[in-house]
């Protein structure tokens, strides 16, 4: 019987150890800290001739397709095929040959059978979706959509 005690007592002591620690039950703060420092804001908007002035190119068109698009793990990417349209901006090239493509992070709600205006600039980063589906431009990243009305 001494023997079998001897096993028991410390394993008993051991337990009733670890089953005595203190658990800090976490409370709610009544004052904020970091209530100066939290910023609830709305995402910029770009104005139309803000879009033209940052933008290394622009087409006005109606015929713009969506055709890949990948969601989940990473950003979200969204890659568009312009078949043609009227190119009303451009610093890089002095010919763009249609149809080409163009990468977007967000999708972008082109009405049908309207013409919008294509904000893009130069494509940064995504070297290997850029090489596979020979992507030269990205949306500008603030521009919103913008429909071309009548008489401009």
Not at 73 to 93: A, C, E, H, M
Not at 121 to 138: D, S
Request: hydrophobic content about 40%; some cysteine; charged content about 25%.
């Amino acid at each position: 019987m001494k023997g079998g005690l001897q096993h028991f007592l410390p394993i008993f002591l051991m337990i009733f150890a670890v089953s005595c620690d203190d658990k800090k039950v976490q409370t709610d703060h009544k004052i904020d800290l970091f209530a100066n420092e939290r910023k609830e804001g709305k995402a910029y908007i770009m104005k139309p001739q803000e879009c033209f002035d940052e933008s290394d190119m622009v087409v006005s068109t109606s015929n713009i397709k969506l055709i890949d698009k990948s969601l989940g793990r990473g950003k979200s990417v969204f890659i568009y095929k312009v078949n043609s349209g009227q190119v009303l901006k451009t610093t890089r090239d002095s010919v763009v040959s249609f149809p080409f493509q163009f990468l977007a992070n967000q999708e972008l709600r082109f009405k049908k059978d309207s013409t919008s205006y294509v904000y893009l600039k130069k494509l940064q980063g995504y070297r290997f979706i850029a090489k596979e589906m020979n992507l030269k431009y990205q949306w500008l990243k603030a521009a919103p959509v913008y429909s071309v009305k009548a008489g401009k």
